[in-house]
């Protein structure tokens, strides 16, 4: 009866020590190196679990996209009519567009200026899952580090950003959206003010009106509703030209200093399947 | 049958997090629900139950959270509480519904006590009202169908749990 006592005080004993333990090192590994890279130990369960997910969750895609499907079906006829007109329009573009590439080369040999989006191979992906943890705001996609794909890529939705590479295994990524309220990193932006852009900085995302808030303009400066939001290129990891969204709203900060813009989004956050990775090309 | 539950929440959970989205009222913590009804098929043995859901934590933490020892940690908590409410109420459906909401209001509380602490960022209170408010529903559902089918298939193949 003693020893039977005695071994039940062990095991709670051990079971609260694993608690303090895992406690500690949680903390150590998760707070104190947030940015750190998967360990091949977890990368090797990570894809051997998504693996299996993406297997068992295959019925259930499959009926899903069929059901996706027929409904665009329905809209077809005028997307059709749509697509007709686009296809006129593009036409015009196309040859702008050779022209501006040309002259986007000329510029770049002769001011030496840093990537731009055009040096970038995109990698298409197909999101696996969502984020469980309700605090930060993370999609898993199907492609990783054999596709080539590393930390800090860019992730678009047509030319729109989304997010961050955060971190990769061998066959998947995680993807951090820019809706994340725990965003650390600010993304630097310009605003395309009728001939000129004026310059400033994505910080934070609202929830409740489904805005991004973007400081660091001068109230001096006047920008319209509905201007484009595009990255700047500068800090390394965004290259210049993704569209990010319009502006909103215009407010001034406490102080009567500075503007807060609001800017939304063209994507649709809630119904992301397929996203694109911008590849550096080295 | 306690490995074949707890393997179908934890892809379940994965799965469905692909098409409901954290600001419906529909959002799974099977894995969780399914560390309470599989609790009496242990048959009192705490440190069984511990290791195993030790180990469910860490897969969870590695496939879904990106991190180490996070929900391992969270889910032992969870297991402290499950066994408690075992110990102090008689198994049925009605407490196996007190004990999941129970055990999912102590995850999020849990959950945003971590994020409040040590994330660069204020939360609101209301935020994490509405983060229980939107695991319970589908959650208790879940419970119920769970029980059913557990208690029907124990009961099939003479499954022994404490009572």
Same mark, same amino acid.
């Given at each position: 009866?003693?020893?039977?006592?005695?071994?039940?005080?062990?095991?709670?004993?051990?079971?609260?020590?694993?608690?303090?333990?895992?406690?500690?090192?949680?903390?150590?590994?998760?707070?104190?190196?947030?940015?750190?890279?998967?360990?091949? !130990?977890?990368? $090797?369960?990570?894809?051997?679990?998504?693996?299996?997910?993406?297997?068992?969750? %295959?019925?259930?895609?499959?009926?899903? +996209?069929?059901?996706?499907?027929?409904? #665009?079906?329905?809209?077809?006829?005028?997307?059709?009519? #749509?697509? #007709?007109?686009?296809?006129?329009?593009?036409?015009?573009?196309?040859?702008?567009?050779?022209? &501006?590439?040309?002259?986007?080369?000329?510029?770049?040999?002769? &001011?030496?200026?840093? #990537?731009?989006? $055009?040096?970038?191979?995109?990698?298409?992906?197909?999101?696996?899952?969502?984020?469980?943890?309700?605090?930060?705001?993370?999609?898993?996609?199907?492609?990783?580090?054999?596709?080539?794909?590393?930390?800090?890529?860019?992730?678009v939705i047509g030319n729109n950003l989304i997010g961050k590479i955060i971190s990769t295994t061998t066959f998947n990524s995680t993807v951090r959206l820019i809706t994340a309220t725990d965003v650390v990193d600010k993304i630097s932006i310009k605003i395309k003010n009728k001939d000129t852009y004026v310059y400033g900085i994505l910080n934070g995302y609202n929830k409740e009106n489904n805005t991004y808030t973007i400081e660091g303009i001068s109230q001096t400066i006047k920008i319209e509703n509905g201007s484009i939001v595009?990255?700047?290129?500068?800090?390394?990891? !965004?290259?210049?030209?993704?569209?990010?969204?319009?502006?909103?709203?215009? +407010? $001034?900060?406490? %102080?009567?200093?500075?503007?807060? &813009?609001?800017?939304?989004?063209?994507?649709? %956050?809630?119904?992301? +399947?397929?996203?694109?990775?911008?590849?550096?090309?080295? | 049958?306690?490995?074949?539950?707890?393997?179908?929440?934890?892809?379940?959970?994965?799965?469905?997090?692909?098409? /409901?989205?954290?600001?419906?009222?529909?959002?799974?913590?099977?894995?969780?629900?399914?560390?309470?009804? /599989?609790?009496?098929?242990?048959?009192?043995?705490?440190?069984?139950?511990?290791?195993?859901?030790?180990?469910?934590?860490?897969?969870?933490?590695?496939?879904?959270? *990106?991190?180490?020892?996070?929900?391992?940690? /969270?889910?032992?908590?969870?297991?402290?509480?499950?066994?408690?409410? *075992?110990?102090?109420?008689?198994? *049925?459906?009605?407490?196996?519904?007190?004990?999941?909401?129970?055990?999912?209001?102590?995850?999020? /509380?849990?959950?945003?006590?971590?994020?409040?602490?040590?994330?660069?960022?204020?939360?609101?209170?209301?935020?994490?009202?509405?983060?229980?408010? *939107?695991?319970?529903?589908?959650?208790?559902?879940?419970?119920?169908?769970?029980?059913?089918?557990?208690?029907?298939?124990?009961?099939?193949?003479?499954?022994?749990?404490?009572?």
């Amino acid at each position: 009866m003693y020893r039977k006592k005695q071994k039940e005080k062990r095991k709670k004993i051990i079971i609260i020590s694993i608690l303090v333990v895992s406690l500690i090192i949680g903390i150590i590994v998760n707070i104190a190196i947030p940015n750190r890279n998967l360990t091949i !130990f977890e990368k $090797t369960i990570k894809d051997s679990i998504l693996t299996v997910q993406k297997v068992v969750s %295959f019925p259930i895609d499959f009926i899903v +996209n069929k059901v996706n499907t027929n409904k #665009e079906k329905n809209e077809m006829y005028e997307k059709y009519k #749509e697509l #007709e007109e686009q296809v006129k329009e593009n036409e015009k573009y196309k040859i702008e567009n050779e022209e &501006l590439k040309k002259q986007l080369e000329d510029m770049k040999e002769l &001011l030496d200026i840093n #990537e731009t989006i $055009t040096d970038y191979t995109y990698v298409n992906a197909n999101v696996i899952n969502r984020n469980l943890d309700y605090w930060s705001d993370t999609i898993t996609i199907n492609k990783g580090e054999y596709d080539g794909i590393t930390k800090d890529m860019p992730v678009v939705i047509g030319n729109n950003l989304i997010g961050k590479i955060i971190s990769t295994t061998t066959f998947n990524s995680t993807v951090r959206l820019i809706t994340a309220t725990d965003v650390v990193d600010k993304i630097s932006i310009k605003i395309k003010n009728k001939d000129t852009y004026v310059y400033g900085i994505l910080n934070g995302y609202n929830k409740e009106n489904n805005t991004y808030t973007i400081e660091g303009i001068s109230q001096t400066i006047k920008i319209e509703n509905g201007s484009i939001v595009t990255t700047t290129g500068m800090g390394d990891i !965004f290259p210049a030209g993704i569209v990010i969204g319009k502006i909103t709203g215009i +407010n $001034t900060d406490n %102080f009567d200093l500075s503007n807060v &813009l609001e800017m939304q989004s063209d994507v649709n %956050f809630d119904n992301i +399947n397929y996203v694109t990775v911008l590849r550096r090309n080295i | 049958m306690i490995v074949a539950l707890t393997m179908i929440s934890f892809f379940l959970d994965g799965i469905l997090s692909k098409y /409901i989205l954290p600001t419906t009222i529909f959002l799974p913590l099977f894995t969780i629900v399914s560390l309470v009804i /599989i609790y009496p098929y242990f048959n009192n043995n705490n440190f069984r139950y511990f290791r195993f859901i030790a180990l469910v934590g860490l897969l969870y933490d590695i496939a879904y959270f *990106n991190t180490l020892f996070y929900n391992f940690f /969270i889910f032992i908590a969870l297991g402290f509480i499950i066994g408690l409410l *075992n110990y102090l109420l008689s198994n *049925n459906l009605y407490t196996n519904l007190l004990t999941t909401i129970i055990t999912i209001i102590t995850y999020r /509380i849990i959950l945003f006590l971590m994020v409040l602490i040590f994330k660069n960022h204020t939360y609101l209170l209301s935020e994490l009202l509405q983060s229980i408010y *939107n695991s319970l529903v589908l959650n208790i559902i879940y419970c119920v169908i769970v029980y059913i089918l557990t208690e029907v298939y124990s009961r099939k193949y003479k499954i022994l749990r404490c009572k």
